[in-house]
């Protein structure tokens, strides 16, 4: 790793990492996206034996009930008892976030509020190139089922015989995903925005995935909605002389075997610095030396990172100075680990610096509020007066024809 001075230049491109586009993705991931809105199933077949290296796909994209079953058989017996308690924390987490429709009415009879109603159908992403991410299933599926999500269609990509790996196809159906298909890539996420003669058309797609699933989505956002476009996984952990380096350095390296992802220490002891770096010289990754904590947590916010710790001995007197973070752990006890697995919250969390305005998968990101407007005679003829002049400014005179064919 290497330690650099929080007033170095080097790390502005750490704050900048997110800029960089990639023109040659982005016609790619085009040309994907067109050829599977123009041919249909026949180029998500195409596809998905030229990347995933598939040599005979099953007869049909969508994953049988006879082969779910199976999947059961391919899977260690414990394997679903152990997930009971991981459900029950994601749920609990999420419970809190379910929002109620509301009225407010004045004296005069005006009635304003918002109807909260869950999106129709989802579409949820589970990449499985590098490793199944199996625990993404439970992640993403849990907050669209609490949300009330009507139908949710779940994708991911085959091994090279064309099954999608058990474990993932076991979580989908204990947690009742209506429909799974084995497709992935940018393929997969053309084929639910724009829909196949096999695979429906969603409102919303969700999910991580490597650089072509991420410009796909990009460019398919506003035909649907995404919950995000995420980058390469993040850690940033905060500490002083007084924070374990073996907690430190175990972190680190449990982030380091995501291949791409970024891994940084701030802190404000030098001895700190050089100890974890003498345990992870040669890993990629910085140390980031500041003058104080307060500089650190500067320096934090200005990266925005997908996961932050903050393992000093008052995480809470921190935590406050922290703005932008997709995930904040407090304290020696809480490595990111336990939310990316176990602890409750999504661990779909944005990166590359997107924290500063997005935030992790919630509940709310599967429902939508349509605005409840009524007024009574008595309430419109009050407004009349600044309706018709607001109108007027902007040469609108029908609107204030409208309103006075009331009276």
């Given at each position: 790793m290497k330690i650099v001075k929080a007033a170095s230049k080097k790390i502005d491109k750490i704050y900048n990492r997110g800029l960089t586009r990639q023109i040659r993705v982005e016609e790619k991931v085009r040309k994907i996206i067109d050829d599977v809105r123009l041919f249909g199933d026949e180029a998500l077949i195409k596809y998905t034996?030229?990347?995933?290296?598939?040599?005979?796909?099953?007869r049909q994209l969508k994953v049988s009930e006879i082969e779910i079953s199976g999947a059961y058989a391919n899977i260690s017996p414990n394997f679903?008892?152990?997930l009971k308690v991981v459900i029950e924390n994601v749920n609990r987490f999420y419970r809190k976030q379910l929002r109620k429709s509301w009225r407010i009415k004045d004296i005069e009879g005006a009635v304003l509020g918002e109807n909260y109603t869950p999106l129709e159908k989802a579409g949820i992403y589970i990449p499985a190139g590098t490793a199944p991410l199996v625990s993404t299933v439970y992640m993403t599926v849990l907050p669209a089922k609490l949300a009330g999500v009507k139908k949710i269609v779940l994708v991911s990509?085959?091994?090279k015989n064309g099954y999608i790996n058990p474990h993932i196809l076991v979580i989908a159906d204990l947690l009742k995903v209506d429909e799974i298909y084995r497709v992935g890539g940018a393929q997969g996420i053309a084929a639910l925005a724009y829909g196949t003669k096999t695979i429906p058309r969603v409102d919303k797609i969700v999910g991580p995935g490597n650089i072509y699933v991420s410009e796909a989505k990009r460019q398919v956002f506003g035909l649907v909605d995404i919950d995000m476009i995420a980058g390469p996984t993040e850690l940033v952990i905060i500490a002083n002389r007084f924070s374990d380096p073996?907690?430190?350095v175990a972190d680190l390296r449990a982030q380091a075997e995501h291949a791409k992802g970024l891994a940084i220490l701030i802190t404000n002891s030098k001895a700190l610095a050089k100890e974890v770096k003498s345990q992870l010289d040669g890993d990629n990754g910085y140390i980031i030396l500041t003058k104080n904590l307060e500089q650190a947590c500067e320096i934090a916010n200005k990266i925005a990172p997908e996961h932050l710790e903050i393992l000093v001995q008052?995480?809470?007197?921190?935590?406050k100075n922290i703005k932008n973070a997709g995930a904040i752990f407090l304290g020696p006890y809480s490595p990111a680990a336990v939310g990316d697995y176990v602890a409750g919250p999504s661990h779909v969390l944005p990166t590359s610096g997107t924290a500063r305005f997005f935030s992790g998968?919630?509940?709310?990101?599967?429902m939508k509020s349509s605005h409840i407007i009524s007024y009574s005679k008595k309430a419109l003829e009050k407004m009349r007066e600044p309706?018709?002049?607001i109108a007027g400014i902007e040469g609108l005179q029908k609107h204030v024809e409208s309103v006075k064919s009331r009276f």
């Open positions: 034996k030229k990347f995933d290296k598939v040599k005979m796909l099953p679903v008892s152990s990509p085959p091994d073996k907690f430190i008052n995480p809470n007197g921190l935590v998968l919630s509940v709310c990101d599967f309706l018709e002049k």
